[in-house]
């Protein structure tokens, strides 16, 4: 099909960075803080520390790929895990930027805090040039989120309702071991196997640690894998109750898993399992 | 404009091409022909749903795969025949395309748009569901949509066949096509289409199935007759 083929040249193009006039090749740039992220200066660091893994031509080809899973990122598609914009959109440079800082935690994607920040925007400028979608549309815009309330009980008991009723249950298990009905049938975009997060035993997210992190996750989705987005059911206070109850899942001493604890010893019987049969209340 | 009302009715009947309202002019060739397959198709094999009770339940006999379902003289279903070549390009149609999750099953199995054309997803079941279009030439997306969730209003800017799956539930697979013409068909359980409408002119006209890939060819519609052309596409087993 035509629009297929055209795209194919531009990604190509992008790769080399070298096209005749006709093809317009953008997202040369790439901008947080105050620093400007160069595609040329990217590429001989990209080359170096990166193409092993991703592949020279950014395809997720690279020659340790075969030894590697989850695969790395195929950069050609454009589409990216961690994002502060809605599923279905590009991430921002600053996202990219984390994620080339933070690394993905259980995966061979180490954190690049040993690159200079200018080192790391460059490389995140240089990505860009691998799927023409970064010249024909704008990163979304990232979704608003407002400031915390303090975990309460009853928020984290509307949480778990929520955890229930949206069936998060089904992939990530009743108590959120990653052990949900539908856990063992999951593929990404690629038809690789992948499972769900465990909360039981995971104390980083792959796309940040932080509540607002969190937020963000379930908001926007991880695109590219089965975890979607749940932005469009969410209200913010309810976002927020999730927020504290999945921490409540967590092997970690957060003031949402002491304030439930503490609750849970007294009234832990009145609750109704999550699950199949459950009401989740 | 002929053309736009047939794409909206061929859109929303499952089964197929029906001919178009018969009082509107200007006179319009048609496209007619069947489908059929060589070689040995997988067969159609029952669907286990039994990971959703409510699903099980909604169909007293079990569902069979929809990827491949061939009917009585090799005739294949849910073939997408559309002209590939030779169309004036139509502005998109502002019919929405309705797609339905019912049961834990995609209906229509492939919904057929044009680029630009409002799309609507439904979830008509008491459970969610996540509906995830594995779009490559599109932004692929992903999103949950519960029970009672209103529905997902969206449309594509590229023409793509895309894979639509519901990750809860894996035996839940569907096609977004979307075309950049106005002028398409589906096969209905008969393996027949028909593209009407069409103004007098040499098309290329393409026949795609999600498994047994494409084949195309060249037809000439001159005044308002209907051409017959069949297309035999080469079955592959799994």
Redesign the interface.
């Known amino acids: ?4 083929t055209r ?1 194919l040249t531009l990604s190509a193009c992008g790769a080399v960075l070298l096209c005749g006039g006709a093809v317009r090749v953008v997202a040369q740039e790439a901008h947080v803080d105050r620093l400007t992220g160069r595609a040329a200066a990217g590429k001989p660091l990209y080359t170096r520390y990166c193409a092993g893994c991703h592949g020279d031509e950014g395809d997720s080809r690279g020659e340790n790929t075969q030894w590697i899973d989850p695969k790395p990122r195929d950069f050609t ?3 990216f895990k961690c994002r502060s914009t809605p ?4 991430p921002t440079d600053q996202d990219l930027y984390n994620s080339v800082t933070r690394g993905f935690v259980t995966t061979n994607m180490p954190p690049w805090v040993a690159l200079t920040p200018h080192n790391r925007i460059d490389l995140v400028a240089y990505i860009k040039t691998f799927s023409a ?1 970064w010249s024909t ?1 704008k990163p979304g815009t990232p979704i608003a989120i407002p400031p915390e309330p303090a975990p309460t009980v009853q928020g984290i008991l509307h949480g778990r309702e929520l955890f229930q ?3 998060c249950w ?2 990530h298990g009743a108590a959120g071991h990653g052990d949900g ?2 856990a063992k ?3 990404d ?1 690629k038809d690789d196997p992948i499972r769900p997060y465990d909360f039981q035993t995971g104390t980083r997210f792959m796309c940040g640690t932080t509540n607002q992190d969190l937020y963000r996750i379930f908001m926007t ?1 991880l ?11 969410l209200q913010p206070a309810q976002a927020w109750d999730l927020v504290h109850f999945l921490r409540t899942l967590q092997p970690l001493k957060t003031p949402e898993a002491t304030i439930w604890r503490a609750w849970f010893t007294t009234h832990g019987r009145e609750l109704k399992p999550i699950g ?1 049969e459950g009401g989740g209340q | 404009m002929i053309a736009r009302v047939v794409a909206g009715l061929v859109v929303v009947s499952v089964a197929g091409a029906t001919a178009g309202p018969s009082h509107l002019p200007p006179p319009a060739g048609t496209i007619s022909g069947k489908v059929t397959y060589t070689g040995t198709p997988p067969k159609m094999r029952p669907i286990d749903m039994a990971k959703e009770p409510a699903c099980v339940t909604d169909h007293p006999t079990p569902v069979m795969t929809q990827d491949v379902v061939t009917g009585s003289a090799n005739s294949v279903r849910y073939v997408v025949v559309y002209i590939s070549g030779g169309d004036q390009g139509a502005p998109a149609a502002t019919d929405t395309v309705r797609y339905d999750q019912k049961g834990c099953l995609y209906i229509p199995h492939v919904a057929v748009m044009q680029v630009h054309q409002p799309l609507e997803i439904f979830n008509d079941d008491p459970h969610s569901h996540n509906i995830h279009p594995l779009a490559r030439v599109n932004p692929e997306w992903n999103k949950s949509q519960p029970k009672g969730a209103p529905p997902i209003r969206t449309a594509w800017d590229q023409p793509e066949f895309i894979p639509v799956k519901c990750n809860v539930h894996p035996w839940m697979h569907g096609y977004f096509a979307v075309l950049a013409t106005s002028h398409f068909s589906m096969t209905d359980s008969t393996g027949e289409f028909s593209i009407t409408g069409l103004p007098p002119g040499t098309y290329t006209v393409t026949a795609w199935h999600e498994r047994f890939g494409t084949k195309s060819q060249e037809v000439t519609v001159a005044g308002s007759e209907t051409k017959t052309a069949n297309f035999v596409l080469t079955a592959r087993p799994y």
């Open positions: 099909m035509r629009p297929q795209w598609l454009a589409t599923s279905g959109t590009l979608r549309a009723r949206l069936e089904k992939c009905p539908s049938t999951l593929t975009n989705g695109d590219g894998s089965p975890m979607p987005s749940f932005a469009d059911q199949q």
